[in-house]
């Protein structure tokens, strides 16, 4: 059987590239407006609070709780086949803002509300994803 390629980020893209050079050093980075301080997750060409066009990015705790999550059990991709069941959480970081993430672990393991850590999982020598863990030491 021909093994598929799954899709990856564009690691590049001017609009992502600091959070992507972040996760290979086992960080994670967020946008925030230099302006008003709101800070943004996705990273968006401007900043929904003001407009203003400019971006910094700083280093963030990658800790937070579960906030919601789904069990996938059919790949809409066929790359992905082999990975069902897979899960998705909805993690909402302790700075306030929400993410979408892979969960590590059992699916009996994960309770709405409780805290997450983030777990960097080295893909290739450009690419790491950010996923989460349930935080049993909180």
Known sequence: MTEL?????????PLTAPFWAGTRESRLLLPHCPNCGYLQWPPEVVCPECKHTEK???????????????????????????DI??????????????????????EAEFQIGQPVSGVFDSINDEVTFLEWRMDTSA
């Open 5 to 13: 390629a799954k899709p990856l980020p564009d690691v590049h893209d």
């Open 56 to 82: 910094e990015w700083s280093e963030y705790p990658a800790h937070g709780s579960l906030w919601s999550y789904a069990v996938y059990y059919r790949a809409f991709d066929p790359a992905f086949a082999d």
């Open 85 to 106: 069941p897979y899960t998705v959480g909805l993690i909402e970081l302790d700075v306030g803002r929400k993410m979408y993430g892979i969960m590590v672990g059992e």
